[in-house]
């Protein structure tokens, strides 16, 4: 079969890869985001250098001595929390990657480019998270979302928490504290996301970076 316009005639599996390469292009040319929310103690920052040390691990296992993504820089905007930018600052340190922690800054103050890969470390103040979630919606910029959830809460909470969360309008949840529920506490989390329709991406225990985050 064929796909037929005004100016070329082509056969359609040719078309459509053509279509999938013009949609690859344009995703590449958008800013590379990865985001972190959850409520106060749940872990953001924590999962989001397992994250990026998982990512760091990949590139070395799997690039070739290429990056299949651009530069890493870490972004911490807890303002709520000011050791969380301080912790942000050491690690970033310990594992070579650029980090800007300015806690007076807004996002809009930054500027940035396609050819980095910033992971986002939200405050713990939840209006703060909705404006930051506003900002890297944006056209320009492909995010990725995470919000982070103690493994050992109670469902009732964490249907309250998903309502304030309701604007996260695409997310996968990361699991945290897993070492401290048991396996029928997992499995009802399992259900109680699955019923939803809300992917769960990873399992993490407490403890070090290293090696510890179970990805799904």
Known sequence: MFYNSDKYLCPLSLY????????????????????????????????????????????????????????????????????????????????????????????????????????????GKFSEQSTLYDFFSKSEFAAKCFLTIPAVIDLQILSGILEQYAFLKNFKVVLTFCDFANDKKINQLSEFFEARKIRIAARNISGTIDGSMEFL
Request: aromatic letters at 14%; a positive charge; hydrophobic letters at 30%.
């Open 16 to 123: 459509a890869s053509l279509m999938r390469y013009h949609a690859r292009m344009k995703q590449d040319e958008k800013i590379r985001t990865y985001i972190f929310f959850g409520t106060p103690g749940s872990g953001k920052t924590n999962i989001l250098f397992k994250f990026l040390r998982q990512k760091i691990l990949e590139e070395k296992r799997y690039g070739n001595g290429k990056m299949t993504e651009p530069p890493y820089e870490v972004l911490s905007f807890n303002s709520f929390n000011i050791c969380a930018s301080e912790m942000c600052r050491k690690l970033c340190r310990i594992m070579s990657i650029p980090c800007k922690a300015e806690i007076s800054k807004f996002p809009k103050d930054y500027s940035y480019s396609p050819n980095k890969t910033y992971f986002v470390d939200t405050s």
